[in-house]
C-alpha cells in the first residue's frame, strides 16, 4: 500500500513509452549520447543493444562476459560502448552495429567498472587495484600504482583532468595520463562508491560503515556523516551542485550542500514507503528526483519546493538501475530482466 497522499501525485507525469524482456537481472544500462540506444549488460553477463523507436523498442543480444558482467558506457561520440565483466576483460562494441571491435585485459579476474571519459575518447578501467587508461586505439597510456584495497569507484573529473577512484582509507585522484603523482585523500574505512559535484570542488563517497563522506578538493578538508541505517550505497547531486540525495534505508537523505557543505546543518527526509532503496537519480538539466524501492516502485520528487512524492507508478520488479536521457525519458533496468523507458512531462 502506498504510504503517500494519491491526490498528490500528477497524473500522467510518468508515461510508459515502451518495455522490453531481456530476460535477466540487469545489472547495468546506458544511453547513447543521441538517446537513439541503450546498451544492457545482464547479471549472468549477457550484452544487449536496443534501438529505440519512440513507441517501442528491438533488442537483440550482441555477445556475454564470462562468468557476469558489471558496467556499460558510451563514448561520448556515441560511435563506441564498453563493458566490464567478471572474466578479466573489457569488451568494446560498434555502437550502431553492435559488432565486437576489441577485447582489453584489465588486469584482474574482475573488471568493477569501465568508464569513457566526458571530455576526450580515453577509457578507464578498474580491476582489482590497479586503474588503466586505453587511448581510443587501445593502447595502455596509464597504468595505476596499486590501490589500498580492490577499487570500488572510479569517476571522471566533470570539469577538467583526473579520475578519481574510491577504495579502501579514501579517494584517490589521478591527475592526468601523460604524468604527475596521484593526489590521496585519505580516511579510515571503505568507500563503496563516490560522486564528484557537478562543479568539480567537492567529492562525496557512501561508506560500509553507513556513512557519508564529504571531502573537498581545494583544501583536502574532509568530513564524515554517520547515522545512516545501512551501507550507503546511493549518491548523486542536483544539476546545481546544491543538494546531494543519498541512500542507506528505505529514506532519501537530502543535504543541502551551499556554502561550505552539509556539516551543522539537519538533512531533509523524503520517504514514501518503507521499502530499502535501491536506486536514486537527479534530473540532467531539471529539478526533478527518481527514486526506486525494492517493492518495485517508482516516485518522482522535486526536493527543493517539498518533500512530497510528486509522481509514482509500480513497475514489475524491483529496480536494478536507474538512466535520465536529456531530463525528458527514464530508463528503468529490473531484477526480473525488463527494460522500460518512461516519458516524463516537464
Known amino acids: 500500500m502506498l504510504d503517500v497522499d494519491p491526490s498528490k ?9 515502451w ?3 531481456l530476460a535477466d537481472y540487469v545489472i547495468d544500462l546506458q544511453w547513447s549520447p543521441s538517446a537513439a540506444r541503450l546498451a544492457a549488460v545482464s547479471v549472468e553477463g549477457a550484452v544487449f543493444l536496443i534501438e529505440d523507436l519512440g513507441d517501442s523498442a528491438t533488442f537483440k543480444m ?5 562468468g557476469g ?31 565486437p571491435i576489441r577485447s582489453l585485459e584489465a588486469g584482474n579476474a574482475w573488471v568493477t567498472k569501465a568508464l569513457y571519459s566526458p571530455r576526450c575518447n580515453v577509457l578507464a578501467t578498474a580491476a582489482g587495484r590497479q586503474l588503466k587508461l586505453f587511448s581510443d586505439d587501445h593502447k595502455v597510456i596509464y597504468d595505476s600504482p596499486d590501490h589500498p584495497s580492490t577499487i570500488a569507484d572510479i569517476a571522471w573529473n566533470p570539469r577538467g583532468p583526473g579520475i578519481a577512484a574510491a577504495a579502501n582509507r579514501g579517494v584517490t585522484l589521478h591527475l592526468s595520463a601523460a604524468g604527475g603523482e596521484p593526489r590521496r585523500f585519505r580516511w579510515k574505512g571503505s568507500s563503496l562508491v563516490l560522486k564528484w ?23 583536502g578538508k574532509s568530513a564524515q ?3 545512516y541505517a545501512t551501507k550507503v550505497q546511493l549518491l548523486d547531486w542536483d544539476a546545481g551542485g546544491r543538494y546531494l540525495a543519498t541512500g542507506g534505508g528505505s529514506s532519501i537523505v537530502l543535504w543541502d550542500c551551499g556554502g561550505d557543505g552539509p556539516m551543522g546543518g539537519q538533512p531533509t527526509q523524503l520517504e514514501a514507503r518503507s521499502g530499502k532503496l535501491t536506486q536514486i537519480a537527479f534530473q540532467p538539466d531539471g529539478p526533478l528526483l527518481a527514486s526506486t524501492d525494492a517493492d518495485g516502485f517508482v516516485f518522482l520528487w522535486e526536493p527543493a519546493k517539498h518533500d512530497q512524492a510528486i509522481g509514482g507508478v509500480l513497475l ?9 536521457i536529456h531530463g525528458k525519458r527514464l530508463a528503468i533496468g529490473q531484477e526480473d530482466g525488463t527494460v522500460v523507458v518512461f516519458g516524463v512531462e516537464t
Open 9 to 17: 501525485l500528477r497524473k500522467g507525469l510518468l508515461s510508459e513509452s
Open 19 to 21: 518495455y522490453v524482456d
Open 62 to 66: 550482441i555477445g556475454s562476459h564470462v
Open 69 to 99: 558482467a558489471n558496467s556499460v558506457s558510451w563514448r561520448r561520440d556515441g560511435a563506441k560502448f564498453a563493458t566490464a565483466g567478471h572474466d578479466g576483460l573489457v569488451k568494446v562494441w560498434d555502437g550502431t552495429s553492435g559488432t
Open 197 to 219: 559535484s557537478p562543479d568539480a570542488r567537492h567529492l562525496a563517497t557512501g561508506r560500509q560503515d553507513a556513512a557519508l563522506h564529504y571531502c573537498s578538493i581545494a583544501t
Open 225 to 227: 556523516i554517520s547515522g
Open 316 to 324: 514489475s520488479s524491483a529496480a536494478s538501475c536507474l538512466r535520465w
